[in-house]
């Protein structure tokens, strides 16, 4: 979504800045080019325009230096990679028109096109132009811009607050305590009385946080003040209600909205939190809602239960409880989804399949399972055919169900460490704290090793990963050890 609102260039300037960002020991000029394919010129043009735009946000909090032939950030301490990034991507976000245009729309009612001009201090052409985007955007959520409307937008009631779901998060993401401005009420947004109603008994994190308050808060908003409601069809909150805890988790007691709205939108809201919050459930709580379906007489339950009988019949796997919870979950809230939502906005998610799976589509690991996988879809309980990007994240999904559960062949690890007998055993033992026994192994002797640990010559195995480990006191040593490894397992286990 990012693309919509910010340039060619801002883009790359923000992975420039990225690649720097996260890497341990800074990053040379020439690698940054060359994954960046850029030329000398423009990658000097880009780097001093970065560097400005830097300073201007943060002054001398962050700064980008060279040190040791490398480019290197050096930053305050308290400041946190994701929080530098989202700032970095919103100040070159609010200097687009489109960005402008939308901030405009969702935050105050019109009637006409040159009011919009006006306030914005765009021509009306330019209006125009950016009202036929807003159209483009708008279209997989089945809504549209309305101006007579009193919201300004209409349509598919669900789509709309979808799209301002999506909108308020990736463009209007606060870096603040609350997702919308100090005039919006209070009650809407309560997050005591959200965790209360929905009973969430555990800390969420920032991001969990703030998305529920957007949701709420959407929600609440449009039912209040515009009389909005979503038309849901009785199977559907019949299918869904096994998420909902009883209690209206919208609080709207105080505005005179009829209670039997209050509680259909409130079963509506407990479903869609499930599905736009990561983790929004503990694993006791995804486990009572697994044990609710396969106690229920609903359809969408048993369907999963055969469906997930069937993936195991053709993986060859028996599941573990936790995974087994894990898996159902996961697609239990994919069949509703295809059910009865079916919005195509993958472009607007932060990762969207349609951009990566070519990447995907790579991995060894799934070629080697791409036939089986294609073959389980079949069936999989769905209201009508897939298409072809429907089945490109449902092919995704599965592939996650399947490393989920298939049993991990872990990389076996040989160390010789002949400065001290004591040493290898120093050395293995530290390696059990970063990785447990489903990642690496160790064996006993070279032709078993995946990876040879040692601090002396063992001969040419060309076919080894090899790590010469003299000093194991020298802390950047270990630090090298742990990459090593990291980058061994991902190459023969997670490709």
């Known amino acids: ?67 040791s032939s490398k480019i290197v950030i050096k930053m305050k301490n308290e400041m946190t990679p994701d929080y530098i990034v989202t700032r970095l991507k919103l100040n070159y976000m609010r200097k687009s028109p489109l960005y402008s245009l939308l901030f405009t729309l969702i935050s105050k009612s019109y009637t006409s096109i040159p009011e919009i001009a006006y306030d914005l201090n765009f021509s ?46 990736h463009l209007f993401n606060t870096l603040g305590k609350k997702p919308f401005s100090d005039a919006f009420p209070p009650e809407f947004i309560d997050i005591n009385f959200l965790k209360r109603s929905l009973k969430i008994e555990r800390k969420l994190s920032k991001a969990q946080e703030q998305k529920l308050l957007i949701l709420a808060g959407v929600t609440s908003y449009r039912i209040v003040y515009f009389k909005k409601y979503v038309k849901v069809e009785k199977a559907f909150l019949e299918d869904i209600s096994i998420f909902y805890r009883g209690h209206h988790c919208l609080n709207l ?82 069949n509703l989804y295809s059910r009865y939502i079916q919005f195509n906005v993958d472009f607007y998610r932060a990762v969207p399949i349609e951009k990566n799976y070519e990447l995907f589509e790579k991995k060894p690991r799934y070629r080697a399972v791409k036939d089986r996988l294609n073959q389980i879809i079949t069936y999989f309980p769905s209201s009508q055919q897939l298409n072809d990007l429907e089945r490109k994240s449902l092919t995704a999904l599965l592939y996650t169900i399947y490393e989920l559960n298939a049993p991990s062949i872990p990389v076996q690890v ?6 001290s007998i004591v040493n290898s055993f120093y050395i293995q033992n530290t390696l059990k704290k970063f990785f447990n026994s489903d990642l690496i192994a160790f064996c006993k ?35 090298d050890l742990i990459e090593f490894l990291s980058k061994s397992l991902y190459e023969k286990r997670f490709r």
């Open 253 to 334: 007691a105080s505005f005179n909205v009829d209670p039997e709205i209050i509680e259909k939108e409130s079963i509506l809201l407990s479903f869609l939190v499930r599905g736009l919050i990561f983790e929004f459930d503990d694993m006791y709580e995804k486990k009572r809602v697994v044990e609710r379906f396969q106690n229920s007489k609903l359809s969408v339950g048993y369907e999963v239960s055969l469906f997930l009988e069937k993936f195991r019949e053709t993986f060859s796997f028996e599941f573990s409880e936790e995974n087994y919870v894990k898996s159902y979950y996961l697609l239990v809230l994919t």
């Open 445 to 479: 002797t070279i032709p078993e090793a995946d990876v040879i640990i040692s601090s002396d010559p063992e001969g040419n195995f060309l076919s080894k990963d090899v790590f010469y480990f003299k000093n194991i006191f020298d802390k950047e040593t270990w630090t």
């Open 1 to 67: 979504m990012i693309e919509l609102f910010t340039t060619p260039k801002e883009q790359v300037k923000i992975e420039l800045f990225q690649y720097i960002l996260f890497s341990r020991a800074g990053e040379f000029s020439k690698d940054l080019k060359e994954k960046l394919n850029l030329k000398n010129e423009t990658f000097r043009r880009y780097s001093k325009e970065l560097e400005e735009d830097i300073h201007e946000l943060f002054g001398q909090d962050i700064k980008i230096i060279k040190k």
């Open 414 to 419: 040989y160390i010789n460490h002949t400065s």
């Open 124 to 169: 009306e052409p330019t209006v125009y132009k950016l009202l036929t985007q807003v159209k483009e955007i708008m279209l997989p959520f089945k809504a549209e811009f309305d101006l007579a409307n009193a919201t300004n937008f209409s349509g598919d009631e669900l789509g709309v607050r979808y799209f301002l779901y999506l909108t308020h998060w």
